[in-house]
Each structure stands twice: as C-alpha cells, then as structure tokens.
C-alpha cells in the first residue's frame, strides 16, 4: 500500500481545478514558421432536417433513409411526368391548331361553321 501515490489537484490559472494527470502537454515551438489552419465549412443538406424531426418522432433509421433516398427519386419521377404532360399538351394544342386552320382552308359552309363552333368552344373553356 506505500506504492500508491496520493492524487494531485492543481488549480489552473483560469481559476479551475485539475487532476495532474489531465493537464495538456506543454508543446515547445519547433518552428518559427506559423501552422495553417485547414478548415473545412459543410452545410448541411435539407434532408438532414428531415431525419433529425423523424428520428426524433420515433420512426426508426430504415424510415428515414429510405425518405431520402426516394425522395429526390420521387421528385425526378413527377418532374419527368409533368414535362411528359406539358410536351402533350403542347402536341394538342398544335394539332387542334392545325385542323382548325386546315378545315378553315377547304371551305365551303360546312367548314366555316365547323371552324366557328370549335372557337365557341375555345372560348367558352377560357
């Protein structure tokens, strides 16, 4: 029992206490030249936000990760339909555009009031 050292506080000049065993080693400059801080700034990704209210409300990990996997799939998948619907709809209205002019073109009495009840409807639509 005479080999046991006794515990050794100091007290710091910050005016803290410590074990001496837990001060931090004293570096000596080998240098002169003065280091260089490499630091890396990340911001966060939106998803983060996402998995931190998730986990915090009890679903579990595999929940969350596969929200922000399909997630952005999800959002691709309903931008590549709606580009769909937009280059159909386009397609229509030159197709509608197209029979329009060409049944105005044959004439004839038949023709232009075909043409002028597809306006009226047109109109009526907007």
Same mark, same amino acid.
């Not at 555009?97 to 232009?112: C, E, L, Q």
């Given at each position: 029992?005479?080999?046991?050292?006794?515990?050794?506080?100091?007290?710091?000049?910050?005016?803290?206490?410590?074990?001496?065993?837990? %001060?931090?080693?004293?570096?000596?400059?080998?240098?002169? &030249?003065?280091?260089?801080?490499?630091?890396?700034?990340?911001? /966060?990704?939106?998803?983060?936000?996402?998995?931190?209210?998730? %986990?915090?409300?009890?679903?579990?990990?595999?929940?969350?990760?596969?929200?922000?996997?399909?997630?952005?799939?999800? &959002?691709?998948?309903?931008?590549?339909?709606? /580009?769909?619907?937009?280059?159909? /709809?386009?397609?229509?209205?030159? %197709?509608?555009?197209?029979? &329009?002019?060409? &049944?105005?073109?044959?004439?004839?009495?038949?023709?232009?009031?075909?043409?002028?009840? %597809?306006?009226?409807?047109?109109?009526?639509?907007?």
């Amino acid at each position: 029992m005479s080999n046991i050292e006794p515990v050794r506080i100091v007290q710091l000049p910050d005016g803290t206490y410590t074990y001496v065993d837990h %001060l931090p080693a004293i570096q000596a400059p080998t240098t002169a &030249v003065p280091q260089v801080v490499h630091q890396h700034i990340h911001q /966060a990704p939106p998803d983060r936000t996402v998995q931190r209210i998730a %986990l915090g409300s009890g679903i579990g990990a595999g929940t969350v990760a596969a929200g922000v996997y399909f997630g952005p799939l999800l &959002v691709g998948a309903l931008t590549a339909i709606a /580009a769909n619907l937009a280059i159909l /709809a386009f397609l229509a209205a030159v %197709l509608a555009w197209g029979v &329009v002019s060409v &049944v105005k073109s044959i004439g004839g009495i038949d023709g232009k009031a075909a043409a002028k009840s %597809l306006a009226k409807t047109r109109k009526r639509r907007r």
